[in-house]
């Protein structure tokens, strides 16, 4: 059961978007709608930001979304702000239970 | 309010045995899974297993198979999270999150293996 791959930084300026990827195979992020992204503050637990692939909970900002083609997932950021500094997992269902990414750290210049 | 509550702050030594705790409320407890996740120090997120509260069934993820338990008890909207002989690497922060889509989640729980 190997971690999904995600690049392990990320920056950009405030009102900018970003785009985090987590690239998986056919076994996980391809072969299931389970995927769905978490951002995590220090000392703090993480929030799911997206699930399914595409749909947002109750509460997350629309500035949040996310896609995903083939074996590959993303999660889009549009319009940067300062609190959105954290780190970013991504996670899919596999038949040998949930796989995480290995996280990217946002950073907001 | 969905709420995961864990045990608090832990020390122990290398071997001795560990058992903590997520109470879940505000919602039908038995009707969503509970996974265990694991975070050791500067790393990232590691999914080690979940229960179904309704029959106790269990799935680990291979690297934590063999090494702790994941028991419920439902009558008390309580999910725990057992090591019989702890190992210095077993020092991190865990956490307790709900459903496949890991919707809500415990504030986690720091377990420190020290001699």
């Known amino acids: 059961q190997s971690a999904l791959t995600q690049p392990a930084s990320v920056s950009g300026s405030p009102g900018q978007s970003i785009t985090i990827s987590c690239a998986g195979s056919?076994?996980?992020?391809?072969?299931?709608?389970?995927v769905s992204w978490y951002q995590h503050r220090p000392g703090q637990a993480p929030k799911l930001m997206i699930f399914?692939?595409?749909n947002r909970p109750s509460g997350v900002s629309d500035r949040f979304s996310g896609s995903r083609s083939g074996y590959t997932a993303s999660l889009t950021i549009s319009g940067l702000q300062a609190d959105d500094e954290a780190d970013y997992y991504c996670?899919?269902?596999?038949?040998?239970?949930?796989?995480f990414g290995g996280g990217t750290k946002l950073t907001v210049l | 309010e969905v709420r995961l509550v864990q045990s608090g702050a832990e020390v122990k030594k290398p071997g001795e045995s560990l058992r903590i705790s997520c109470q879940g409320s505000?919602?039908?407890?038995?009707?969503?899974?509970i996974n265990w996740v694991r975070q050791m120090p500067g790393k990232g997120l590691e999914w080690m297993g979940k229960?179904?509260?309704?029959?106790?069934?269990?799935k680990y993820s291979p690297s934590f198979e063999g090494h702790v338990i994941i028991s419920a008890d439902k009558s008390i909207n309580t999910v725990y999270l057992q090591w019989d002989s702890l190992k210095p690497s077993d020092t991190a922060v865990y956490f307790c999150?709900?459903?496949?889509?890991?919707?809500?989640w415990g504030q986690g729980t720091l377990v420190n293996v020290s001699s």
């Open positions: 999150a709900r459903t496949l889509d890991l919707d809500y």
């Open positions: 505000g919602y039908t407890f038995s009707n969503y899974w």
């Open positions: 229960i179904d509260p309704r029959d106790s069934y269990t």
């Open positions: 056919g076994s996980d992020i391809g072969g299931y709608r389970y």
């Open positions: 399914e692939v595409t």
């Open positions: 996670a899919s269902y596999t038949t040998d239970g949930t796989v």
